[in-house]
Nanobody, 122 residues
Framework: QVQLVESGGGLVQPGGSLRLSCAAS????????MGWYRQAPGKQRELVAD???????DYGGSVQGRFTISRDNAKNMVYLQMNSLKPEDTAVYYC????????????????WGQGTQVTVSA
């Protein structure tokens, strides 16, 4: 019933920038933490960045200083601004949101988007 849809992926040159967007819709009482994860071929899925409902952020070590996560609570959206992109950033990027469906659901449930491909290549 909850759906997360990513957009903004594509092909970019090393040193370039992309901005990813993710929109959450469906049965939503509150959205707790939202975040971005990525998975490259042959690698495990890893945290890129996440952000709490109050705006507190965490970043994976490989993207610190280059990527910025933000959210718009009124629109149920989360964004990832990616600058100074490197070939090793190439991966499928997945949106994640921990969502409370109703008042008594204090812990929420993790939902995932379908993923969007980011390719960094000259």
């Amino acid at each position: 019933q909850v759906q997360l849809v990513e957009s903004g992926g594509g092909l970019v040159q090393p040193g370039g920038s992309l901005r990813l967007s993710c929109a959450a819709s469906g049965t939503i009482f509150r959205i707790n933490t939202m975040g971005w994860y990525r998975q490259a071929p042959g690698k495990q899925r890893e945290l890129v960045a996440d952000i709490t409902s109050r705006g507190i952020t965490d970043y994976g070590g490989s993207v610190q200083g280059r990527f910025t996560i933000s959210r718009d609570n009124a629109k149920n959206m989360v964004y990832l601004q990616m600058n100074s992109l490197k070939p090793e950033d190439t991966a499928v990027y997945y949106c994640n949101a921990n969502i409370r469906n109703y008042y008594a659901d204090y812990m929420g449930y993790d939902y995932w988007g379908q993923g969007t491909q980011v390719t960094v290549s000259a």
